[in-house]
Structures are given as structure tokens and as C-alpha cells.
């Protein structure tokens, strides 16, 4: 066999359809050549013919023609490239044959919406405004559909991936303002009234149509008055502390409430454990079984007591004793004692002064 036949490719073009953020390695196309000839002659091997930055993308298989990827494929960067491929034979003279491979990186929704406007962050320096970022100022007297703002939003994807709309997410008052889905414009939903805040922060989200949708939000303060002059001082108000969360709230409640029951248990326990200590107070001991018996001598003999209640004085004489229950008796009961004599560094017997009349007898039941 004479090798008189160049392989000849199947398509003179191919073209590849190949997603975005591949893996490396993966195939991305096959080529087939033949050559008429027999044996060596008819033997085809595959290349890539010329070089150049497409050539970097995919590499190809000489045995085979197929072509794989040698890299992640980004749409956002690369949409297309180009590659040839060469088939030859292993005749001599060798001959061969070339077929262009075009490749399309498909998008996927890979890219979240970007804001371009308002912009993200505060302002700079510590002045009126600052940490407010961009600010639209609306007077009181705007209308129903008066337009305050518009959000700007790019996505670097395509087709249906990069269809963006726009809705309003959290608003101070919901009903006040409204977003055009479709342009993103910020519009007043109603009559701004005196009733409303001052200082409105109003967030939006955007939206892409992609499958799984991917989303940005957007800031946007504004100030109700006539005026920036007028806006000024609202401007340079702190904003309004945040309320804590609830859980917060409630975890503090708890533990303030834990706390002082256990300082309360505390605080009984210690009273209790002193009273313990200490005994029944005298009023309970006076009020005692023992104390109201008058069966037995509770007083020694030689007993003399100081000053009591009413002025009197207690003498008890060597070899008398006096009942328990004589104690509880009211001073109209117990005999009166003279004023005149001394209160205290007399003998026992002595009457203290404490009247004109003269010393009574003791009533029968005292004796």
C-alpha cells in the first residue's frame, strides 16, 4: 500500500457546549478522523495544531481525539474560545488533515446582584451625618408617588441570570414608602404626615431570576424636612439604641429573679440558724408552763431585785421565798412602798418612798 490517502475528519467543524466552573479533567469533546490507507498508512494520531492562550484551555488525547478540559472554565472572563486540531497518519511521507473546535462556556448563576447605588458604608468624620452613609432628604408635603431615590444594581451574569427585582425588606413604616420591582425606584406610598419619624431607614433587596436566585440588599436612609438645613439636626442625633432580644430580656429577668431568691433564702436561713442560738425570746419563757406554775419557789431566799416597773423595789427577807406567779401580778396587786427611803444601798427590808400611805399588807394570796 502506497500511503496516498490524508485522513479525513468526520465534521470540518465542531463546536462544544461546555458549563461554567468545570472541573479540570473533564471531557469536553471528541473528534474522529480516517484514513483509507492500510496499516501504518492508515493509522491516524491527533494534536493540536499551533499554540496560542486558547491552546491552554484543553489538551487532547492522541489515540483517541479527545479533548478535555485542563482548567475551570469562567463565563464571566472567557466566553469562547477556538482550538485546531491536526490528524495524522503514520505513513511516509506522513499526511494529515486539520478541524477547528470551537468551545461556548455556558453561564451559571454564579454572581450576586453588586449595588452601585446607594453605595455601602458610612460617611466619613465624626460630623452631622456621620455612620449614616448616603441620606435622601423627602419634605412633609410630599404626595402619594413622590420619588425619593432609585437603587442601581448590576449582575455580571447573563440571560435570565442577570434579570434583576427589587422589593422593599424592612421599612420603619411599611406603608409610607414602596420599590418599583422592575426600575428599583423608591417612591413615597402615601401622604408623609407630621405623625411620622423624622429619620426612616428604609433596606432592598435585589433579586436575580437564577436558579438557586442569589440576592443583595441596599440601604437607604432617609429624612423627612423640608430642607437639608432642616435635615441637619436629625442628622446629628446618635441613632436610637436597639432594643435587645427578647431571649436577652428574658435571660436577664431570670437571673435577676434567681438572684434574689437566693439572697432571700440566704438571709431566713441566717435568721433562723441566730434564733436558734439564741433561744425563746423572754416573753415566750415568762409565758412558759414552768413560768406560770406557783407550786415551787422559783426566787432564793436572799434575793433582792433593783428598780422595776412603776418605782418598786423587790425585797425578799432571809427564809421566804416568793411564787413564780407572784411576778406576773399588775402593780395594783403588789404592796406600795414608801418614797422617802432610799432606792438603792439599803438593807433589805427598807421601804423606798413612793407615796404618803403607809405600807399596806400584802394580800392573802401573796403571803
Do not use: H, I, M
Given at each position: 500500500?502506497?500511503?496516498?490517502?490524508?485522513?479525513?475528519?468526520?465534521?470540518?467543524?465542531?463546536?462544544?457546549?461546555?458549563?461554567?466552573?468545570?472541573a479540570a479533567g473533564e471531557p469536553v469533546l471528541r473528534v474522529s478522523a480516517r484514513d483509507a490507507d492500510a496499516g501504518a498508512n492508515g493509522r491516524v494520531s491527533y494534536a493540536l495544531a499551533g499554540g496560542g492562550a486558547d491552546a491552554a484551555f484543553v489538551a487532547v488525547r492522541a489515540e483517541t481525539g479527545e479533548l478535555f478540559a485542563q482548567r475551570s472554565f469562567d463565563y464571566e472572563r472567557c466566553r469562547e474560545f477556538a482550538v485546531e486540531v491536526r490528524a495524522r497518519d503514520g505513513g511516509t511521507p506522513a499526511r494529515s488533515a486539520t478541524a477547528t473546535v470551537r468551545v461556548?462556556?455556558?453561564?451559571?448563576?454564579?454572581?450576586?446582584?453588586?449595588?452601585?447605588?446607594?453605595?455601602?458604608?458610612?460617611?466619613?468624620?465624626?460630623?452631622?451625618?456621620?455612620?449614616?452613609?448616603?441620606?435622601?432628604?423627602?419634605?412633609?408635603?410630599?404626595?402619594?408617588?413622590?420619588?425619593?431615590?432609585?437603587?442601581?444594581?448590576?449582575?455580571?451574569?447573563?440571560?435570565?441570570?442577570?434579570?434583576?427585582?427589587?422589593?422593599?425588606?424592612?421599612?420603619?413604616?411599611?406603608?409610607?414608602?414602596?420599590?418599583?420591582?422592575?426600575?428599583?425606584?423608591?417612591?413615597?406610598?402615601?401622604?408623609?404626615?407630621?405623625?411620622d419619624a423624622a429619620r426612616q431607614r428604609l433596606v432592598a433587596v435585589v433579586k436575580d431570576h437564577g436558579q438557586p436566585a442569589l440576592s443583595a440588599t441596599a440601604t437607604l436612609h432617609v429624612v423627612l424636612a423640608e430642607s437639608v438645613r432642616d435635615a441637619l439636626p436629625e442628622l446629628s442625633e446618635g441613632p436610637a439604641a436597639a432594643d435587645p432580644p427578647a431571649e436577652l430580656r428574658f435571660s436577664l429577668v431570670l437571673a435577676l429573679a434567681l438572684l434574689s431568691a437566693a439572697f432571700v433564702l440566704s438571709a431566713a436561713l441566717t435568721l433562723l440558724a441566730r434564733l436558734r442560738r439564741a433561744g425563746p425570746p423572754a416573753v415566750l419563757r415568762c409565758l412558759g408552763a414552768r413560768r406560770l406554775s406557783a407550786s415551787g419557789p422559783a426566787v432564793p431566799a436572799d434575793f433582792c431585785e433593783g428598780t422595776l416597773?412603776?418605782?418598786?423595789?423587790?425585797?425578799?427577807?432571809?427564809?421566804?421565798?416568793?411564787?413564780?406567779?407572784?411576778?406576773l401580778l399588775p402593780p395594783a396587786l403588789l404592796p406600795s412602798v414608801p418614797a422617802e427611803e432610799p432606792l438603792s444601798g439599803e438593807?433589805?427590808?427598807?421601804?423606798?418612798?413612793?407615796?404618803?400611805?403607809?405600807?399596806?399588807?400584802?394580800?392573802?394570796d401573796l403571803r
Open positions: 500500500d502506497v500511503n496516498d490517502n490524508a485522513p479525513v475528519f468526520e465534521e470540518a467543524a465542531y463546536s462544544a457546549y461546555v458549563p461554567e466552573n468545570n461556548f462556556v455556558l453561564d451559571r448563576n454564579d454572581n450576586a446582584p453588586r449595588v452601585l447605588w446607594p453605595a455601602a458604608g458610612g460617611a466619613e468624620g465624626g460630623g452631622a451625618g456621620a455612620g449614616l452613609g448616603p441620606f435622601e432628604v423627602v419634605p412633609r408635603s410630599a404626595e402619594a408617588g413622590y420619588l425619593v431615590a432609585k437603587v442601581v444594581a448590576v449582575d455580571a451574569d447573563a440571560g435570565r441570570n442577570a434579570w434583576l427585582s427589587y422589593e422593599l425588606l424592612q421599612a420603619p413604616e411599611p406603608a409610607l414608602f414602596r420599590v418599583e420591582a422592575r426600575s428599583g425606584e423608591v417612591r413615597t406610598a402615601r401622604a408623609v404626615s407630621e405623625r416597773p412603776y418605782s418598786y423595789n423587790l425585797c425578799v427577807a432571809p427564809g421566804r421565798a416568793v411564787a413564780e406567779g407572784s411576778w438593807p433589805c427590808g427598807k421601804r423606798s418612798p413612793s407615796g404618803s400611805a403607809g405600807p399596806e399588807e400584802p394580800p392573802d
